[in-house]
């Protein structure tokens, strides 16, 4: 069985412990020891002795790649850091998406003006959908996905703010780069569209590749995991090698774990839970779990629009695990709450 490395044993400060600690991919955290998984074993290793582990040269890799710091993505005028979380806004413009679908459909300036809104309220990114991909929500026509989203990108665009397109297919990436975004993400990791990696390639733009367990099915499908957390892992890693074989850079892709998307309440949470694994993949990660049905699941059914406790605890989670962007509904407090952890991590650094 392939071995894999998670990052365990979280320090405050690595300042008195050179040689006791490492850095998690050029971040703001530091860990002392890896859990490494191994034909269904577990066992921990101290950063303190991994010579003898590192002689593996699949361990080497993992090592090499956790450790290293994502680069930057400069998109214009505006640049997307990686060295510390960051907020993606999700601004649907659909008349069913499972949260907040019809709020801001057939109006594509009251739109955008809630996307600048975001922006102001210090989202990094704001990340426009034309199609709803909750469960049994039906294909929509590219055409009619195209006349919703563009006229929305085209504002945001304009007034420089930094813009992704939430699509699956390759005519509408196409339309939403032409008309101002900056990046594709893919809830089907360029798997629904024939044409999608070619047009993500040709744009050399920046790409989100999520898990999913039947991608060209619609994502929601699947027969169950024989551990999660290692399956998703070594799907993405296979997906990115076969992306960068397409022609696009490995340092232009981000990796998305797909929380929600044909997996049970169990597997979310063993995700999630394990999250730090997944920066053996060498690429930021994005953590969009903002009011999914888990939280309902765990809170007495709570309908999505209460999920904000919920959402909030889950974006910590992630930011405690290394997660580089949040993609969320509730802009202005996961903002706020990732203000006051980074302010918690800066005076862990300097404070003694």
């Known amino acids: 069985m392939t071995l894999h490395l998670r990052p365990v044993q979280f320090v405050d400060t690595p300042v008195g412990r050179d040689g006791e600690v490492a850095r998690l991919a050029g971040g703001m955290l530091w860990f002392a020891a890896y859990e490494v998984i191994e034909a269904g074993e577990r066992r921990t290793v101290p950063v303190t002795v991994l010579d003898r582990l590192l002689q593996d040269d699949r361990a080497a890799r993992l090592h090499a790649r956790i450790t290293a710091p994502r680069p930057a993505l400069t998109l214009g005028a505006r640049t997307l850091r990686f060295d510390q979380p960051s907020v993606a806004a999700i601004l649907n413009v659909t008349p069913d998406s499972f949260s907040d679908g019809g709020t801001h459909a057939d109006d594509p300036a009251a739109a955008a003006s809630a996307g600048v809104a975001m ?31 563009v006229p929305v990108v085209e504002r945001l665009a304009r007034s420089g703010t930094l813009v992704s397109i939430d ?29 999608a990696l070619d047009v993500v390639a040709r744009a050399q733009c920046p790409v989100v590749l999520m ?27 296979a997906r990115i090698d076969a992306v960068v ?40 990660i994005l953590l ?65």
Request: proline fraction near 4%.
């Open 245 to 284: 074989a397409g022609g696009v850079a490995r340092d232009r892709i981000i990796v998305d774990p797909g929380i929600g998307f044909g997996k049970s309440l169990s597997d979310n949470l063993a995700l999630i839970n394990g999250l730090t694994l997944f920066h053996g993949l060498g690429c930021p």
């Open 211 to 237: 898990h999913s367990p039947d991608p060209a099915a619609g994502g929601h499908g699947g027969s169950g995991y024989g551990n999660v957390l290692t399956d998703v892992f070594d799907w993405l890693d």
């Open 119 to 149: 922006a102001a309220a210090g989202a990094a990114l704001i990340d426009v959908g034309g199609e709803s991909t909750r469960p049994g929500a039906p294909v929509v026509w590219e055409g009619d996905e195209i006349a919703r989203v």
């Open 288 to 352: 969009g779990a903002s009011r999914k049905r888990m939280i309902g699941a765990l809170s007495n059914e709570a309908p999505a629009d209460a999920r904000l406790g919920g959402s909030l605890a889950l974006a910590l989670k992630g930011i405690e695990a290394g997660v580089q962007l949040l993609r969320v509904h509730d802009v202005a407090e996961t903002v706020q709450a990732v203000r006051v952890w980074r302010g918690l991590r800066d005076q862990a650094l300097v404070g003694r």
């Open 167 to 195: 699509t699956r297919k390759a005519g509408v990436m196409e339309a939403a780069l032409a008309a101002g975004a900056a990046i594709v993400n893919d809830v089907a990791a360029l798997l629904w569209d024939d044409r």
